[in-house]
């Protein structure tokens, strides 16, 4: 991989150790994954923000290294482990080491978004910008529906863009591995955002390549498309869907769909409900608004967004609309190894998330009721 004298001399460590540390990361993917060069980015999405993903080794690599690296360009930032104005039931030792890793990113100029939602919050540069995404879902969404350019990149790796702000000139970032080989047929109606969550997750533990098509379904609502995007995420290596028809075709019927149903849908109901995997936007919570206006929700409900979402839906009397049923907003946080939902508080969740259940189910050992939003707001409201 060619570089420039002056990323060259990042690399020796003349511009500090942390900027080297950066670069070594980037050389070593680019070396891995062909890349010819590297390409200036406009915006970084940091993942590695929640405690319970990055541990105590994690918590002290951030200290260091933000003591000397300096964001380059917008960088924006995951969910945390709880919304600190929620702190119930969360241990000292949570918060304090949670606080440690909002310290560090803030030491570094990133913006305190907390979101995995970013395209929901922030506006979009124009197409074919390269970005650098390290949230899957981020990534899929971003690369399939905005035309914005990112590999699926790993916690490190879009960290080390931020600071230099380049990243590998390869795969999702070329055109040619835009352009699906394979494609995905839906042969029956789909019904709901969970069927598209179930062709996501279908999707990216059989398509080994990054891009995927997806055939026999309409273009998804925004609702639809997070479903799809962060299923695709959660199971592969893919990074990017387009709707039309691939040269290999692979059915998706009824069965392959209940497949993933007796996978991941492990509970025929739940002890609490969690909504928000990717989070909460506006187009759901209006939705949920509707269908809950008037009543009251049976079993306790956590509703996952971020401080900016939640603080629009406020300004409208959206968010208001929503506790009035009884729901608890629980922002900057996310429904995926949140220490809210724990083994020992609960033996199984109500979830609409394909992403959340397999999280909930691997590392919460949480048991999971998969259910469409519609389905359980009409179920669990009175």
């Not at 918590?59 to 600190?84: C, H, I, W």
């Not at 124009?126 to 529906?145: D, I, R, W, Y």
Request: glycine share 8%.
């Amino acid at each position: 991989m060619e570089l420039s004298r002056d990323e060259e001399e990042a690399l020796a460590g003349k511009q500090g150790e942390a900027l080297a540390s950066a670069y070594r990361i980037l050389a070593a993917i680019g070396e891995a994954t062909g890349a010819k060069k590297l390409v200036p980015i406009k915006w970084a999405h940091v993942s590695g923000v929640n405690y319970n993903t990055i541990g105590d080794a994690g918590v002290q690599f951030l200290e260091k290294f933000s003591r000397e690296a300096r964001v380059a360009v917008k960088t924006t930032v995951n969910p945390m482990g709880y919304d600190r104005a929620h702190p119930e039931g969360i241990s000292d030792k949570f918060q304090e080491k949670q606080a440690s890793i909002v310290k560090s990113y803030e030491r570094m100029g990133v913006t305190p978004s907390f979101t995995c939602t970013p395209y929901e919050v922030f506006d979009i540069p124009q197409k074919g910008t390269a970005v650098s995404f390290a949230e899957s879902n981020a990534a899929v969404f971003s690369n399939s529906l905005l035309g914005l350019m990112t590999n699926k990149e790993s916690a490190l790796s879009a960290l080390a863009s931020s600071v230099t702000g380049k990243a590998p000139l390869s795969d999702l970032r070329l055109e040619e591995a835009r352009n699906p080989k394979v494609g995905i047929e839906a042969s029956f109606k789909f019904e709901s955002e969970l069927d598209y969550g179930l062709l996501g997750y279908f999707a990216g533990k059989v398509v080994k390549d990054s891009s995927v098509a997806l055939g026999g379904i309409a273009k998804p609502s925004t609702i639809e498309a997070k479903a799809l995007s962060a299923a695709i995420g959660t199971s592969g290596s893919c990074g990017m869907f387009t709707i039309g028809e691939g040269q290999e075709k692979i059915s998706f019927g009824k069965k392959e769909a209940e497949a993933v149903m007796d996978e991941l849908s492990t509970a025929d109901d739940g002890d609490v409900i969690t909504l928000g995997s990717p989070q909460l936007g506006m187009n759901e919570l209006d939705y949920l608004a509707k269908m809950v206006e008037g009543k009251k929700f049976t079993k306790r409900c956590m509703i996952f967004c971020s401080k900016a979402i939640h603080n629009q839906a406020a300004r409208i009397g959206l968010a208001g609309k929503i506790e009035r049923s009884g729901a608890e907003f629980m922002c900057d946080s996310c429904t995926c190894l949140t220490p809210y939902v724990t083994k020992d508080k609960y033996d199984s969740v109500v979830s609409n998330s394909v992403k959340g259940a397999y999280y909930l189910n691997n590392s919460n050992k949480v048991q999971v009721a998969l259910k469409d939003i519609k389905t359980i707001a009409k179920e669990y409201t009175e």
